[in-house]
């Protein structure tokens, strides 16, 4: 099946530390996208990636960090600098790099729960 | 500045029963592209449908239609005959053209859909 993954679905993390987000698609596609999702609010873009080595900051990426060393993977790694980390967290990704409007698709998420 | 209002944050309806789902949205761009997304209580954002600011034609699909109106900035969601595994939240969200990673979503509208 093609899709986009996300592991863990729940994830549990004591304050100070550092914490890694999985995200593998199968599907193909250039872009990969990092959303974080909060009580009662749309999406807010944390990272993106439009090809393999290369990323850029969203909105709100203090805190965060990540890596694209692989075109199906997209790790999103929350810091302990990230002052209020616990929220669902949603992976995207779109087809070709080339056409930044090209449509998202997303993961199931994980939410992130800071002790 | 862009911008998505959903007014309405959560619905109930009893199955069966026709319901709209109100997106009103901000741009000055000329060229945009306007989403909705339906979000179950498992997490997944789910696509539905893509507008381009070009194309103001109505689109059914299936119990689902939706209503782009520019003159009014708005882009409105109706569910025909509800069922219960309507349930969710559903999210309008708003793409500039050329600025793919600029993707603003509305806070969403908790849909449910009662037996």
């Known amino acids: 099946d093609g899709g986009i993954t996300q592991s863990p679905k729940y994830l549990f993390r004591k304050e100070g530390q550092n914490v890694t987000l999985s995200c593998e698609q199968n599907l193909n596609h250039d872009a990969m996208y990092w959303y974080r999702q909060d009580p009662g609010q749309g999406l807010r873009l944390i990272y993106y990636?439009?090809?393999?080595?290369?990323?850029q900051k969203g909105d709100i990426a203090e805190g965060y960090s990540v890596s694209r060393e692989k075109k199906e993977s997209f790790p999103l790694t929350v810091t302990s600098a990230q002052k209020n980390p616990t929220a669902f967290y949603l992976c995207?990704?779109?087809?070709?790099?080339?056409?930044?409007?090209?449509?998202?698709?997303f993961g199931p998420g994980t939410r992130l729960t800071v002790l | 500045a862009q911008k998505v209002t959903q007014a309405q944050t959560e619905i109930s309806v009893v199955e069966k029963e026709d319901v709209t789902l109100d997106c009103v949205y901000e741009t000055r761009d000329t060229t945009y592209y306007l989403f909705w997304y339906k979000q179950p209580p498992s997490g997944e954002l789910v696509f539905l449908i893509r507008r381009n600011s070009f194309d103001e034609q109505n689109e059914i699909s299936g119990r689902y239609s939706w209503n782009f109106q520019k003159s009014t900035s708005s882009f409105n969601f109706t569910i025909t005959a509800s069922q219960v595994v309507d349930s969710a939240v559903y999210f309008c969200?708003?793409?500039?053209?050329?600025?793919?990673?600029?993707?603003?979503f509305g806070p969403g509208t908790r849909l449910s859909v009662l037996p």
């Open positions: 995207a990704s779109s087809i070709d790099q080339s056409r930044s409007t090209d449509t998202q698709y």
């Open positions: 969200a708003l793409m500039r053209d050329n600025y793919g990673q600029n993707f603003v």
């Open positions: 990636s439009q090809i393999v080595n290369d990323f």
